[in-house]
């Protein structure tokens, strides 16, 4: 499989405790995202990457989430001390060039905190 | 920053029938409008796009209209088949921002 490909597909943690998840991109993608969904809601913007630069973050990420992307291939998004609420599916997507091109998004991870 | 209100919620339709999902948004340097059909259990997938400079685009049984004037852009979805049943997705996009996403439509075909 050539798409994006996230690990693991779900994590469940005990309230407190740090979970780190994996996007690997398309190979020649150069920019990545996180999104953050929650059930019946559409994908919530957490923060992107252009290459391994970390372009912008969302106002409403907790200082409790950290992502990178080193080397401008997979990335990684950390989310520190666990809260019941970010209980949630985590998306990663990546697209191509500048401008207006397609996102594609992997399958998620799937986050329950107990 | 961009804000995108999507409606309806959910939509039942006949089968054959055809299904419409109505999206504005709010910040006029938005120039690319994604749809995305996102099935139970799996990821979002692109279906359809459409750029500022056109006002309509199709690709078989599924359309898009723009109207940059009013910001608001639409899907189409022509003659339903039960495997249309899903969440649809729009989004806007201004190119070096990311997409932000309307809530979604619950589309549910009835064979």
């Known amino acids: 499989d050539t798409g994006v490909s996230q690990n693991p597909r779900h994590k469940i943690t005990k309230r407190g405790q740090n979970v780190t998840f994996r996007c690997d991109p398309i190979s020649e993608h150069n920019r990545l995202y996180w999104y953050r969904q929650t059930l019946g809601q559409g994908p919530e913007f957490l923060t992107y990457?252009?290459?391994?630069?970390?372009?912008?973050k969302s106002r409403l990420l907790s200082d409790r989430f950290s992502a990178e992307r080193p080397k401008g291939s997979f990335s990684t998004l950390e989310i520190q001390r666990t809260e019941q609420g970010d209980s949630a599916m985590y998306l990663c997507?990546?697209?191509?060039?500048?401008?207006?091109?397609?996102?594609?998004f992997g399958q998620g991870t799937r986050l329950t905190v107990v | 920053g961009e804000n995108v209100e999507q409606h309806p919620s959910t939509l039942s339709v006949q089968e054959g029938d055809s299904a419409v999902i109505k999206c504005t948004y709010s910040?006029?340097?938005?120039?690319?409008f994604p749809w995305y059909k996102q099935e139970l259990g799996k990821r979002p997938q692109l279906i359809i796009d459409?750029?500022?400079?056109?006002g309509e685009k199709k690709d078989q049984r599924i359309a898009v209209t723009l109207n940059k004037t009013a910001k608001h852009f639409s899907l189409h979805i022509t003659e339903t088949q039960p495997e249309d049943s899903a969440v649809y997705f729009c989004a806007a996009s201004s190119g070096n921002t990311p997409l932000v996403f309307g809530k979604g439509t619950r589309l549910s075909v009835i064979a």
């Open positions: 459409i750029r500022s400079n056109v």
């Open positions: 910040d006029s340097a938005s120039n690319y």
């Open positions: 990457f252009q290459n391994e630069a970390q372009l912008e």
């Open positions: 997507a990546s697209s191509i060039g500048f401008g207006t091109t397609e996102a594609f």
